[in-house]
T-cell receptor, first 114, second 115 residues
């Protein structure tokens, strides 16, 4: 257990649905991240938040909308997704957003878009 | 831009034996960090070991050690006395100090441990 909890563990949604992924960290960290892990591709960084402020958007389509209400919680709101968005979505947190800090990951949400 | 390459999609090792996973990276920065993460079937990405580029000494964590060759931009992971619980996907990653918080990953190596 790394102290980063993601819910739900699995999610199946249609292309017209709206759903949200939730991430909560119990480590007192101030930086949180969303990653996408697709089969046979490297993990892709999607968004970075430092002290609730978005500091990185890695050219992610607008159908993915992140929200960080406080340093402990991170959401990823999903709407009108495409089948190619099916993947494992991982959340991570770290103390400080500098290179020397270690990122701690959750177990991910496995998303299937039908 | 940073890139990380893992040339071994799959590796296998006998229990109690030693295995080495390869990783090469490319960066124009002088100050950076390298990581090996393990992702078992439970999907939880767990840090195995970290190396700071300015340190010449290779990092070690119990049965895990790295061979960091800065000039060659190589960062291999050696697992000694392999255990069944070591079976997982292993990802090499790098991040630049002072830059964005982008942790760049390789595609991973699937390690199988045979009893």
């Amino acid at each position: 257990e790394t102290g980063v909890t993601q819910t739900p563990r699995h999610l199946v949604m249609g292309m017209t649905n709206k759903k949200s992924l939730k991430c909560e960290q119990h480590l007192g960290h101030n930086a949180m991240y969303w990653y996408k892990q697709s089969a046979k591709k490297p993990l892709e960084l999607m968004f970075v938040y430092n002290f609730k402020e978005q500091t990185e958007n890695n050219s992610v389509p607008s159908r993915f909308s992140p929200e960080c209400p406080n340093s402990s919680h991170l959401f990823l709101h999903l709407h009108t997704l495409q089948p190619e968005d099916s993947a494992l979505y991982l959340c991570a947190s770290s103390q400080g957003g500098t290179g020397k800090t270690i990122q701690y990951f959750g177990a991910g949400t496995r998303l299937s878009v039908l | 831009a940073q890139t990380v390459t893992q040339s071994q999609p799959e590796m296998s090792v006998q229990e109690a034996e030693t295995v080495t996973l390869s990783c090469t990276y490319d960066t124009s920065e002088s100050d950076y960090y390298l990581f090996w993460y393990k992702q078992p079937p439970s999907r939880q990405m767990i840090l195995v070991i970290r190396q700071e580029a300015y340190k010449q000494q290779n990092a070690t964590e119990n049965r895990f050690s790295v061979n960091f060759q800065k000039a060659a931009k190589s960062f291999s992971l050696k697992i000694s006395d392999s255990q069944l619980g070591d079976a997982a996907m292993y990802f090499c990653a790098s991040i630049t100090q002072g830059g964005s918080e982008k942790l760049v990953f390789g595609k991973g190596t699937k390690l199988t441990v045979n009893p």
